[in-house]
């Protein structure tokens, strides 16, 4: 089975690589390969624009790598992580089987245009759970204790210890969640020590799921804003839930309650949240994604005094590159040991599956 992996800034082909070989290697391990590498071109900051463009208006939306498609030949899986994969790349691909994305979304994918082709397109789960997670965490510490002011004000030769309160403790407080997938599942084992009442919306998640996790199912998702100390949004971006959240949501909010947004920006009205924040309506907000980025140097964003701004890197650590090939390579070799990929997204309309 011929496998090319497409490295970028964010997961090097290696990665891939040397998870390949490690599944390939045990004594049940199946054959994989030959195995070839190619580098997607561009800098981080371009590939991370090109992906931030993709996420809007999909694979087209971006120029066709021409070393990606002249490395295709006739490969039988491809293996990407941001890298667009548009209906002109399938077209230079007539072996092609299935396209394996290093992540949970697939806006860099012409999903559509790989069923037509009979190939399977699989992501990956779960991958940077534990990293985004961890910074959901830290930024409630940061906003709870004002730790980024505090360093600012350091860093440029004050010694700020007025932040307009006490500064809260995280322990005993009420914390919810919009969505609990794997990030919410992995914060709410985090808190664990901080004991807090996590109250959750997902109308998907399971009873025995919540329970596992000391979580509470909230009535609905105004209980959630009504009643937590701490909001985190943690939910899929669909078309039902672009800007979901909004003025409503925030009215409900308490006036010493904080928001936090690690999922995506498109999640929810920015306006709006921007509005309650500069008029103090609810006490601060910890934000790692934006719907610019990087922000323009002008963005009213920067001038306010209640939140704390990360630059899209929750899920951006070594555990997680090491983790997404892997996870990768786990699903080419099932794919090598039975002919099936059961984890792709459009796996009842291929026949072959």
């Not at 930024?139 to 860093?155: G, H, N, P, Q, T």
């Not at 701004?309 to 699903?331: C, M, P």
């Amino acid at each position: 089975m011929r496998v090319l992996v497409v490295g970028d800034h964010f997961i090097p082909a290696a990665c891939y690589v040397e998870a390949l070989a490690e599944v390939s290697g045990r004594d049940t391990g199946p054959d994989i390969g030959p195995v070839r590498s190619v580098d997607w071109s561009g800098t981080k900051a371009e590939q991370h624009a090109a992906q931030q463009e993709m996420e809007l208006r999909g694979p087209e939306a971006v120029p066709v790598p021409g070393e990606i498609v002249e490395a295709l030949g006739d490969t039988g899986v491809l293996a990407v992580h941001f890298a667009p994969v548009s209906a002109q790349m399938l077209r230079a691909a007539p072996t092609l089987r299935a396209v394996c994305v290093a992540r949970t979304g697939l806006e860099n994918v012409d999903v559509a245009a790989a069923t037509e082709r009979g190939i399977a397109v699989v992501p990956v789960y779960g991958r940077n759970a534990s990293a985004v997670a961890e910074l959901a965490l830290g930024l409630m510490l940061a906003e709870a204790r004002d730790i980024a002011r505090a360093d600012a004000s350091v860093k440029a030769g004050g010694w700020r210890k007025d932040f307009g309160g006490p500064g809260d403790e995280i322990g005993g407080s009420t914390v919810g969640m919009v969505g609990m997938g794997h990030v919410g599942q992995e914060l709410a084992d985090r808190l664990r020590g901080f004991d807090v009442r996590v109250l959750v919306h997902d109308p998907y998640v399971p009873d025995a799921v919540l329970g596992r996790h000391g979580a509470q199912r909230a009535a609905d998702l105004d209980t959630v804003f009504r009643e937590s100390d701490a909001v985190h949004v943690f939910a899929r971006l669909t078309p039902e839930t672009e800007r979901f959240i909004g003025r409503r949501h925030f009215a409900l909010m308490k006036p010493t309650a904080y928001f936090f947004n690690t999922a995506r920006s498109r999640l929810v009205d920015t306006d709006a949240l921007y509005e309650v924040l500069a008029a103090g309506r609810i006490a601060g907000a910890g934000l790692d994604v934006h719907d610019e980025e990087p922000l323009p140097a002008d963005s009213p964003w920067r001038a306010l005094d209640n939140v704390t701004l990360t630059t899209h890197y929750g899920g951006d650590t070594v555990t997680t590159n090491v983790r997404s090939a892997r996870l990768v390579a786990e699903v080419i070799a099932e794919l090598a040991a039975t002919g099936r990929c059961p984890g792709a997204v459009n796996a009842r309309e291929l026949e072959w599956m």
